[in-house]
């Protein structure tokens, strides 16, 4: 009896051990899938996505979409005022071939380019990264910060207000700035008066003689490597990336931060326009964004923690102030920013 009871109770536990992997292994459905969609999307079957995102961030990123939902990304990446040519010429020539475009510029595309929707993830993300149109919502936080190479500069000598740049005589020739930085100046605008932002910003460019260059990431990769002590102004997950993989440098934070986002937009005309929605959905979902923040990209979802995880605590000790710059706009800023710096 005993061993007929020891042999009842080791084949249940055995069925259970048999039964309980299988039900294990089913992966659970991510939270952003969309079921009401869901079959349509993969319907369509793919989705044309338009990024300014380099390849060895997007495609990986890109492939836990598919693994998800099975439908094929056609990943497109380019520079974003090609990105924005590309799309004007689409909408010129009626041949739409994007469903999403993933760039910090989407926000100056015309409206009627953009589709206005409602991605469930979109409630997550901090209020300032969604568009009060409902044509855009960002992806990730843009913050602008200076930077330094922290072989060439220590700490304790860092500027604590942009005034005190003018005291770094040592620094002349040794500062850079990307050519581009419109919302940098229109924060220091905002935060000094224009006349004395104005002025302060010429200051700075003629006692330290700054240099500008052609490219966010250039800029990084040259204060990274030495060719210039300190950035004027980038953007801090770009600073952040270079640190992470081991280069000698880090960003601190003065008023103003100015911040924009890292946004994705949905085509009215998209030719996969189930999928289109999905994906952009994802895009905002704890899944992307944490997978994204491992590269130095800050999250917009309060829920997702940065990297390095001080970031977002450290930039908001300063005054941050949220832009963005219509096409408009962004052509009269550039215009009076090269008239500051000269095109040096």
Known sequence: ?????????????????????????????????????????????????????NEQEGLPLWKLFEEATGIKVNYQRAADAALMGKIAIEARTGQQAWDIINTPTANQLPAAVMAQFDPPEAKNIMASARDPDRRWYGVYANYNSPAYNTNLVKKEDLPKTYE?????????????????????????????????????????????????????????????????????????????????????TDFWAMDPVALFFGQVAVNPKAPHPKAAVLAANFMLSQQAQAFAAKTGRIPTRPDVTPNPPDVVARLSAAKVLPYALSGDQLKSSQKTFDELFKKR
């Open 164 to 248: 005190e740049f003018l005291t770094k005589k040592d620094w002349v020739g040794r500062v850079a700035i990307e050519g581009t930085d419109n919302e940098w100046m229109n924060a220091m605008f905002a935060h000094y008066g224009e006349a004395k932002g104005r002025k302060l910003i010429e200051d700075i460019v003629s006692t330290l003689k700054v240099v500008v260059l052609d490219g966010h990431l250039a800029a990084a990769r040259q204060v990274a490597s030495g060719e210039y002590a300190v950035a004027l102004n980038n953007y801090t997950m770009l600073t952040n990336n270079m640190k992470i993989s081991g280069a000698p």
């Open 1 to 53: 009896m005993r061993t007929s009871a020891l042999a009842a109770s080791a084949a249940f536990f055995l069925a259970f051990a048999l039964a309980s992997p299988a039900r294990a292994q089913t992966p659970a459905t991510p939270a952003w899938i969309m079921p009401d969609i869901l079959a349509a999307a993969k319907a369509e079957g793919q989705v044309t996505v338009y990024s300014s995102t």
